[in-house]
T-cell receptor
Framework: KQEVTQIPAALSVPEGENLVLNCSFTDSAIYNLQWFRQDPGKGLTSLLLIQSSQREQTSGRLNASLDKSSGRSTLYIAASQPGDSATYLCAVTEGTYKYIFGTGTRLKVLA | DAEITQSPRHKITETGRQVTLACHQTWNHNNMFWYRQDLGHGLRLIHYSYGVHDTNKGEVSDGYSVSRSNTEDLPLTLESAASSQTSVYFC????????????FGPGTRLTVT
């Protein structure tokens, strides 16, 4: 059974730092991996989607990488800002359209 | 712009009552999903649908049902609400290709007293 883990559960950094969020999964036979952002009391906003044939995706200050063989993905945030404070979730799908979610990393960027 | 809407956004109900949460998407996506989000458990799949008249059980489907009569809507019904069903419920949709990217609604906060 696929399990998705995100460590650490919470992270505080000063503004301007570059940071990396980690996501690991137990079964490498995934179809794609998606990173989401969730603000308190809000829904999930899609940040980046990486298909299994891709190694990374970039959007603005965000870069997500995927290493299927090792069961890992990282989300790199450059020059962090207080507005980046949120919970970041990763999710994988194995080709059945269903996503399996990690429990998230709660990020706080201090001004 | 295409979107997913959920209603109501907040609901308080009593134990034993039937409750229906609405989900409406204008993406014209075939796939629709219902999740619940609880502290310590993350997002868990309740039910999902791959198209009209198709419904499937997820990992936490007991006490819930769905029906899909058109592409746009997937209502979630709690047959007899229980306090354990107090949660935040999210609806999502995705297309079949190219990457199954999921789009989420704003959520419904349900409290069962």
């Amino acid at each position: 059974k696929q399990e998705v883990t995100q460590i650490p559960a919470a992270l505080s950094v000063p503004e301007g730092e570059n940071l990396v969020l980690n996501c690991s999964f137990t079964d490498s036979a995934i179809y794609n991996l998606q990173w989401f952002r969730q603000d308190p009391g809000k829904g999930l906003t899609s940040l980046l989607l990486i298909q299994s044939s891709q190694r990374e995706q970039t959007s603005g200050r965000l870069n997500a990488s995927l290493d299927k063989s090792s069961g890992r993905s990282t989300l790199y945030i450059a020059a962090s800002q207080p507005g980046d404070s949120a919970t970041y979730l990763c999710a994988v799908t194995e080709g059945t359209y269903k996503y399996i979610f990690g429990t998230g990393t709660r990020l706080k960027v201090l001004a | 712009d295409a979107e997913i809407t959920q209603s109501p956004r907040h609901k308080i109900t009593e134990t034993g009552r039937q409750v229906t949460l609405a989900c409406h998407q204008t993406w014209n996506h075939n796939n629709m999903f219902w999740y619940r989000q609880d502290l310590g458990h993350g997002l868990r799949l309740i039910h999902y649908s791959y198209g009209v008249h198709d419904t499937n059980k997820g990992e936490v489907s007991d006490g819930y049902s769905v029906s899909r009569s058109n592409t746009e809507d997937l209502p979630l019904t709690l047959e007899s609400a229980a306090s354990s069903q107090t949660s935040v419920y999210f609806c999502a949709s995705s297309d079949a290709s190219p990457g199954y990217e999921q789009y989420f609604g704003p959520g419904t906060r349900l409290t069962v007293t």
